[in-house]
Structure formats: structure tokens, C-alpha cells
């Protein structure tokens, strides 16, 4: 095994440890965003983290009131690509405005 591949195994242990694992799973849904989770989503939602099985994704106040009520569907495609233990909950959290 290499240093690099036992360096990798090391940080999955230790974002495992903090409920981040699945680094690699959070990567695909990043680069498929739009395929997995179609236009109603990709078009207004932003995954930013997964955590613990918790897909975190961002979204205008407006938007995420509306795909709060969706969320089963975004969940049901997140489980057929990825399995259903492997994400298990979706939390919308609304874009942060910034400040003047």
C-alpha cells in the first residue's frame, strides 16, 4: 500500500469519526448534481455537505419552502444511485444574503 493510498484511509477515518464519511459518495453527487437530482432541483439547490447519511443542500428562501415539499423525490433518486443506507435525509438550509 502506498503513502498516499494509507494517507486516504487515514482521513476517511477521521471524517468517519466526525459523521463526514463518504467523502467519495458527496464527490459524485457534487458531479451529477443535475442528473441525479434533475432541473426543479439542480436548477435552485446546491448540495453542500453529507453528513451522518444527511444530504445538506442550499437554496434561496423561496426555493427551499417549495422543494421542502419535494424532498421525498430528491431522496428516492439519492437512494436508488447510492443506496438506501447511504443517504438517509435531505436538511434544505436557505442561502445566507450577504451582508451590506
Do not use: C
Request: hydrophobic residues 45%; charged residues 15%; glycine residues 14%.
Amino acid at each position: 500500500m502506498s503513502g498516499l493510498e494509507q494517507l486516504g484511509g487515514l482521513i476517511d477515518v477521521m471524517l468517519g469519526r466526525w459523521g463526514i464519511g463518504g467523502t467519495g459518495v458527496f464527490v459524485a453527487i457534487r458531479e451529477r448534481w443535475s442528473e441525479i437530482a434533475g432541473p426543479q432541483w439542480s436548477a435552485q439547490a446546491h448540495p453542500m455537505m453529507l453528513r451522518s447519511g444527511v444530504l445538506t443542500v442550499e437554496a434561496s428562501h423561496g426555493a427551499a419552502t417549495i422543494l421542502r415539499y419535494a424532498s421525498g423525490s430528491l431522496l428516492a433518486a439519492l437512494q436508488d444511485e447510492f443506496g438506501e443506507n447511504v443517504i438517509t435525509g435531505i436538511d434544505i438550509k436557505t442561502t445566507r444574503r450577504p451582508t451590506a
